[in-house]
Structure formats: structure tokens, C-alpha cells
């Protein structure tokens, strides 16, 4: 069976200091690969996602960037956080193909906040 | 940005009683799907919808669907206290899934 893995699940961080946010999944291959950010109370904005190795795309400007060094893991990172960084991550896949088509699988988030 | 936009924002009820959740949305879509969220957590895929589809039933969860109203509700049948959670509904966009702010669903015991 599939797993998907995020870490860590909570991470405070001062302004100014650099982020990596790891994201792995298991158990399947060619993935589509989701970074979320959730405000609190908020609905799910979309960060990035991408569709394979080192096939990144950005859905908005932002102090953030990401990567996909192999088929499955995704990691999320920035050189100096903001305190407007501060939120729930999250991490999902979907099997290849059109998205829509099938669910999307997530994991289970970092809360991160910026001090 | 956004797409679903979820109704009510928040829903109080009592333990068997039944909870429905709208969701709206703007433009034309393949799926639309409903996830819940406990507190804290990831979201949790409950039922996909495609757009030829009117309804669909898992479990206690009823889904409808009205393209020509650009809307999709949720019906919780026999709520539980263990329902208690954010639901949203998530609508294909361009290679990713477009999620609303969701319904915080309280089921009191």
C-alpha cells in the first residue's frame, strides 16, 4: 500500500533562517507531488506541484521554493523565512495522470511558525 | 486561488441528527471531491464525484451534484461525535486540486 511521510510535524523557526520541509512517498511510482499551505481556519492554498523529476511549477509568488530530486520526494525550502511564512504545510500525491481523475493522498502536515 | 467555496462556515448539531454542507464553485469542472480534516491533521479523501454523475452514496455520506448550479452538497446521515471535523470540497483545476475554506462540522454527544 501507498504512504506518504512528512516531516518534521511542528518546527519553530526564527525570521531570517532557512527552511527544508521533506515529504517522501512510498509504495507507488511517478506520483504527482503537492505542497499546501493552510492559513489557520483557512481553506488549502496550492504552493507548488510537480508532474516529475525536477519538473517544478509555482502557482504564486513567494518567498519559497521547491525541488524533486527523486521520483518520490518533494521538499519544500526557503533561504530566509518571513514571519508571513508561518502555517500548516502539507504534503499530497495523486497518481499520474489528469489531475481530478483520482484523490489526492496527504500526509500529515508540519505547523510551522515564525518567531 | 480558490475555487470551492464551502456553506456553512460552521454547523453545530446534535448526535444523530443529519449535517448538509454546500459547496459552490465557478467554473466548469471533470470531478469535484470531498475531503474532512480533523483537527491538525492531513486531509482525508471521502467521495469523488464526476461531472456526468448526479449522485453518490459511501457509507452514510451522500454527495449530489448540479453542474447547471455550478454546486455539490454533502449530506452526513446518523451524525457521530467522531464526524466532528473540517469538510471541504476540492474541484480540478490545471494539474492540481482548487479546495475551499471548508464547513467546521460539530457533533455534540
Known amino acids: 500500500s501507498q504512504t506518504i511521510h512528512q516531516w518534521p510535524a511542528t518546527l519553530v523557526q526564527p525570521v531570517g533562517s532557512p527552511l527544508s520541509l521533506e515529504c517522501t512517498v512510498e509504495g507507488t511510482s511517478n506520483p504527482n507531488l503537492y505542497w499546501y499551505r493552510q492559513a489557520a481556519g483557512r481553506g488549502l492554498q496550492l504552493l507548488f506541484y510537480s508532474v516529475g523529476i525536477g519538473q517544478i511549477s509555482s502557482e504564486v509568488p513567494q518567498n519559497l521554493s521547491a525541488s524533486r530530486p527523486q521520483d518520490r520526494q518533494f521538499i519544500l525550502s526557503s533561504k530566509k523565512l518571513l514571519l508571513s511564512d508561518s502555517g500548516f504545510y502539507l504534503c499530497?500525491?495523486?497518481?499520474?495522470?489528469?489531475?481530478?481523475?483520482?484523490?489526492?493522498?496527504f500526509g500529515n502536515g508540519t505547523r510551522l511558525t515564525v518567531t | 486561488s480558490q475555487q470551492g467555496e464551502e456553506d456553512p462556515q460552521a454547523l453545530s448539531i446534535q448526535e444523530g441528527e443529519n449535517a448538509t454542507m454546500n459547496c459552490s464553485y465557478k467554473t466548469s469542472i471533470n470531478n469535484l471531491q470531498w475531503y474532512r480534516q480533523n483537527s491538525g491533521r492531513g486531509l482525508v479523501h471521502l467521495i469523488l464525484?464526476?461531472?456526468?454523475?448526479r449522485e453518490k452514496h459511501s457509507g452514510r455520506l451522500r454527495v449530489t451534484l448540479d453542474t447547471s448550479k455550478k454546486s455539490s452538497s454533502l449530506l452526513i446521515t446518523a451524525s457521530r461525535a467522531a464526524d466532528t471535523a473540517s469538510y471541504f470540497c476540492?474541484?480540478?483545476?490545471?494539474?492540481?486540486?482548487?479546495f475551499g475554506a471548508g464547513t467546521r462540522l460539530t457533533v455534540k454527544p
Open positions: 464525484i464526476r461531472s456526468n454523475e
Open positions: 499530497a500525491w495523486s497518481p499520474r495522470g489528469l489531475t481530478g481523475n483520482s484523490p489526492l493522498h
Open positions: 476540492a474541484t480540478d483545476g490545471n494539474n492540481d486540486m482548487r
